[in-house]
């Protein structure tokens, strides 16, 4: 197989990581942007205002962001190995499962 055709046959899984890529990254910035905000505003905290657990309520939300780019990235990255498309959404359950589980403990956490 030459490695234009390998390139041909990959270029689905390519645009599909590309576009996870983008989006992520502008779904992305908005947390970020706060939790920044958040960070700068603990530092001119008066005595008296919101404590430093609650100044820093803005991480679930990235590791919240962080956990769906990482799913789908499996997604794609199956799709990728396997070209079946189908079977990686089905085998992806699984880590969907353990995923939520994981975002009810960062979430209460919060």
Known sequence: MSSASTLAALW????????????????????????IQVYEAKHELKHGSAGFLRSISGWSIIALWLMAVWFFATIIGDWAVSGNLNAATDRSLLR???????????????
């Open 12 to 35: 689905p899984q390519i645009t599909a990581g590309l576009a996870l890529l983008a989006a992520a990254t502008a779904l992305g910035v908005l947390p970020v942007v706060k939790l």
């Open 96 to 110: 969907l499962r353990i995923l939520i589980e994981i975002a009810v403990v960062v979430m209460e956490s919060d």
